[in-house]
């Protein structure tokens, strides 16, 4: 079993900055990627950005040059710099991470989310 857990959501106003955190654990061989995701009621969800074990990142378009992604140092933690926030960044942010279990099977596993509230 995987879990993952976010934090770091919160409330800020517009041209604020919040930083959010994910932390894997239980049964991981390793973590090929991981991501951040969004998902406004009604919508689908949506990637943000994710970055590979080898550190190649991939971002939405509309949120290029304001959020970074990094990986920690023990690779299980994954984080997203978001600054120069807009309202339209308002939605709770889901944590992804692409596992490979003791057991060497993969799966993708999901934190319950971190609500991020942009007001204006």
């Known amino acids: 079993q995987v879990q993952l857990v976010e934090s770091g959501g919160g409330l800020v106003q517009t041209g604020g900055s919040l930083r959010l955190s994910c932390v894997a654990s239980?049964?991981?061989?390793?973590?090929?990627?991981m991501g951040w995701y969004r998902r406004a009621p009604g919508k689908q969800r949506e990637l943000v950005a994710a970055?590979?074990?080898?550190?190649?990142?991939n971002y939405a378009d509309s949120v290029k040059g304001r959020f970074t992604i990094s990986r920690g140092n023990a690779k299980n933690t994954v984080y997203l710099q978001m600054n120069s926030l807009k309202p339209e960044n308002t939605d709770a942010y889901y944590c992804?991470?692409?596992?490979?279990?003791?057991?060497?099977?993969?799966?993708?596993?999901w934190g319950k989310g971190t609500l991020v509230t942009v007001s204006t």
């Open positions: 992804n991470a692409d596992v490979r279990v003791v057991t060497l099977s993969t799966a993708d596993y």
């Open positions: 239980g049964s991981i061989f390793s973590i090929n990627a």
């Open positions: 970055i590979t074990s080898g550190g190649t990142t």
